[in-house]
């Protein structure tokens, strides 16, 4: 029912190539192995493609930081890069999420997302993604300055919060 329900997310019910994989599907047992054995057929299928896009989203910051290192060590310099890569990277990073979401969805769909669709997906749930992790990141923030344990808890909770933002259109 979980392969199911993420399909019927993206505008009705899902389309698998064929009814007997559907069937197989909803008739299988859920387990660890079974989600295990499901997300590295999808990541290992995938890889090549999840890595470029991670690579070409994260080149600009990448070759900033090169070109700092390649010059001279301006003290003002690095910390100005510093600031400005935690500011990008967490936009990089709701960014990725969003764009490699959707690649697996749609893998366990049985359907392949192309490049451009995953990029134009991830750009497209920047913002609501972005939103999103700032404050899953407070909220744990907020639960591990009361104590360790509240927010691990927080973190247990909201893990997967962002792929869900980008799931789960409105």
Request: charge should be neutral.
């Amino acid at each position: 029912g979980c392969f199911l329900f993420v399909g019927q997310t993206f505008g009705g019910p899902s389309r698998f190539a064929d009814a007997r994989r559907q069937e197989d599907v909803v008739n299988q047992t859920f387990s660890i192995g079974n989600v295990l054995a499901t997300g590295f057929r999808v990541w290992l299928k995938n890889l090549v493609p999840f890595f470029l896009l991670s690579l070409v989203v994260s080149s600009p910051l990448l070759l900033w930081g090169v070109s700092i290192l390649q010059g001279s060590w301006d003290l003002e310099q690095i910390q100005t890069f510093l600031l400005v890569s935690v500011v990008a990277g967490i936009a990089i990073d709701a960014f990725v999420t969003a764009a490699l979401t959707f690649g697996v969805v749609k893998e366990l769909q049985g359907q392949h997302a192309t490049f451009g669709s995953s990029l134009a997906t991830g750009l497209a749930r920047l913002l609501p993604t972005l939103g999103v992790a700032i404050l899953v990141g407070l909220a744990v923030l907020g639960g591990l300055i009361l104590l360790v344990l509240p927010g691990v808890f927080i973190i247990c909770m909201l893990y997967v919060s962002t792929p869900a933002s980008v799931i789960e259109r409105p």
